[in-house]
């Protein structure tokens, strides 16, 4: 009868201890899916931020400058000027550039033309 109650109490503790351990894998299991939860958190926290700081960044590239928008200063306005009458000058003078070349051209072809009347006209009076 104590070798069956023993028996017994074994039973009950060998339950008992692998209800603890399935507890214990249910707690750990639910313990990596809240890590994982909390970690996919974490990095679309991450990626907002990220964000954020590009669009602060933006806006600060935006903000005014002394009162005024960045586009609007007078050193800016006066720097895009340069900047286009250096523009404009590059063009008139590739512009020329091209105008001489055709310029030249005509009047090399204007000078085969003389040159091919002169030929035809040596040959007319070499033929009669």
């Not at 204007?110 to 009669?128: E, P, T």
Request: charge should be negative; charged fraction near 45%; glycine fraction near 2%.
């Amino acid at each position: 009868l104590e070798h069956k109650n023993r028996d017994i109490h074994s039973k009950e503790l060998v339950i008992q201890l692998e209800e603890d351990k399935r507890r214990a894998e249910e707690d750990k299991a639910a313990a990596i899916n809240a890590l994982e939860a909390r970690s996919r958190e974490y990095m679309q926290e991450k990626e907002e931020k990220k964000f954020l700081e590009e669009k602060i960044r933006m806006m600060n590239s935006q903000m005014l400058v002394g009162g005024q928008v960045i586009e609007e200063t007078p050193q800016f306005r006066s720097a895009l000027e340069e900047k286009q009458r250096m523009i404009r000058q590059e063009y008139e003078m590739k512009f020329q550039e091209i105008e001489r070349e055709r310029q030249q051209i005509e009047e090399d072809k204007a000078q085969v033309d003389r040159y091919k009347q002169l030929l035809l006209k040596q040959r007319d009076i070499m033929i009669a």
